[in-house]
């Protein structure tokens, strides 16, 4: 489909289209100086997709008091901010055990990078840690009792998804305007990822 930066702008361009608040708090691009800063300041290094995502927009300003509801890219689940990211990242790691999938016996290293969570412990993650199978995966955590896993095989891949379930009317404005989606069509374009 292509590249992240055009399927941010064509989500966008379909949540205008649908009258949602999302495209009136996303922040101007972050540049390389504030990259470095987010990457210094959690001892990691961003990988180009993850550069690519941040140089459209450095998340969501949440300083407007609006509704979960209303702000995000899926349901629910708002975009980092960079700065939001390192506190997110700090908040976080004190729960190792979060990220440990117990049917694989398996633990993401620490070079993790939150980029879309729903304040309620549930945080889609790009896993940057360099020389491992699982580099440029998107790692997701979550509250419902499902163990911890990789759900897509790249940034760009998630995008893709997200803006085709935007194209398909998967996502879509239920009657209070809060963002929804038919989350079994949802997996089923996902499982692809």
């Known amino acids: 489909m292509g590249s992240i930066q055009t399927c941010f702008i064509s989500i966008l361009?379909?949540?205008?289209?649908?009258?949602?608040?999302f495209p009136n708090i996303v922040r101007k691009p972050a540049t390389l100086?504030?990259?470095?800063?987010?990457?210094?300041?959690?001892?990691?290094?961003?990988?180009?997709?993850?550069?690519?995502?941040?140089?459209v927009a450095d998340g969501t300003d949440f300083q407007a008091m609006t509704?979960?509801?209303?702000?995000?890219?899926?349901?629910?689940?708002?975009?980092?901010?960079?700065?939001?990211?390192v506190e997110y990242y700090r908040q976080s790691m004190e729960y190792e055990e979060s990220f440990h999938n117990h049917t694989k016996d398996f633990e993401p290293g620490k070079q993790l990078f939150p980029f879309l969570e729903d304040g309620a412990g549930?945080?889609?993650?790009v896993d940057l840690n360099?020389?491992?199978?699982?580099?440029?995966?998107?790692?997701?955590t979550n509250t419902f009792g499902?163990?911890?896993?990789?759900t897509y095989n790249s940034l760009t891949r998630m995008f893709e998804v997200i803006a085709e379930a935007y194209?398909?009317?998967i996502m879509f404005l239920d009657e209070d305007g809060y963002l929804d989606c038919d989350f079994e069509a949802f997996d089923?374009?996902?499982?692809?990822g």
């Not at 210094?40 to 180009?48: R, V």
Request: aromatic share 18%; with cysteine; hydrophobic share 30%.
């Open 122 to 125: 549930n945080c889609y993650w």
């Open 33 to 55: 100086q504030e990259i470095a800063r987010t990457e210094e300041a959690l001892n990691l290094t961003f990988n180009d997709e993850l550069k690519e995502l941040y140089f």
């Open 167 to 169: 194209q398909k009317d």
């Open 13 to 21: 361009y379909k949540q205008k289209k649908l009258n949602y608040y």
């Open 67 to 85: 509704p979960s509801g209303f702000t995000g890219l899926i349901p629910i689940h708002s975009f980092l901010s960079l700065s939001d990211a």
């Open 130 to 140: 360099e020389g491992t199978p699982s580099y440029g995966r998107i790692y997701w």
């Open 146 to 150: 499902q163990e911890p896993d990789y």
């Open 188 to 192: 089923k374009l996902s499982e692809r």
